[in-house]
């Protein structure tokens, strides 16, 4: 049974509700600053879930307003969270909002790690189409770095998981990065393990 929260957890509480509000009217700075001050409360009084949630909301707005770096640190706080209290599903997220991140700021390989987390918890809960969009991102970021093997082979399990899922378009997208590797290739691009390099 959970015990009852101090005067101090519950303001923070109605902190966090008020930043849902602010948020919800446009007025994320004002929520923001609520979501920080909440963030540090229940940091203080080791209210770990509510901790969590209040730094994924504060990465949230920071990405919403196209902060992306600034997005990362609250992102990667509640991912920290998630896995040392077993919250898979939690991290399954936090771990694809880390990844949108680095696609935003260009770093595609290092999201490589968050694609990975991702696919692994997706393959544990049997959710395929995670699973699939967590494939297409590996495959994305080998073809970003000309490592075209590995990218065919995960575009590959992508399209075959959205085909059995009934998933046209999705895999139609996958078959499509596909066809642009073989282009690649057929161009002349080399995959740097390629011995004529």
């Known amino acids: 049974m959970e015990e009852k929260p101090t005067p101090e957890v519950?303001?923070?509480?109605?902190?966090?509700?008020?930043?849902?509000?602010?948020w919800a009217q446009g007025r994320s700075l004002d929520a923001l600053d609520r979501y920080e001050e909440a963030y540090k409360v229940f940091v203080k009084h080791q209210r770990h879930k509510e901790a969590a949630n209040a730094a994924e909301k504060m990465?949230?707005?920071y990405f919403n307003r196209g902060n992306f770096e600034r997005a990362l640190k609250p992102y990667k706080i509640a991912l920290?969270?998630?896995e040392e209290y077993?919250?898979?599903?939690?991290?399954a997220i936090l771990s694809e909002k880390i990844v949108?991140?680095?696609k935003e700021i260009?770093?595609?390989?290092?999201a490589l790690p968050y694609?990975?987390?991702a696919l692994e918890i997706a393959e544990?809960?049997?959710?395929?189409h995670r699973a699939a969009r967590m494939l297409a991102g590996i495959g994305d970021v080998y073809r970003h770095q000309k490592n075209y093997q590995a990218a065919r082979e995960a575009y590959e399990l992508a399209a075959k998981i959205y085909r059995q899922m009934g998933s046209r378009e999705q895999a139609e997208l996958v078959e499509k990065a596909l066809e642009g590797i073989r282009e690649e290739i057929g161009s002349g691009e080399l995959a740097p393990d390629s011995p004529d390099q």
Do not use: F, N, S, T
């Open 10 to 22: 519950e303001e923070a509480l109605k902190w966090y509700k008020e930043a849902q509000v602010m």
């Open 59 to 61: 990465g949230d707005i």
């Open 80 to 82: 920290d969270i998630c």
């Open 86 to 91: 077993e919250d898979e599903l939690g991290a």
């Open 100 to 102: 949108y991140v680095y």
């Open 106 to 110: 260009k770093q595609p390989e290092k």
């Open 115 to 117: 694609l990975y987390r």
């Open 124 to 128: 544990k809960y049997r959710d395929a």
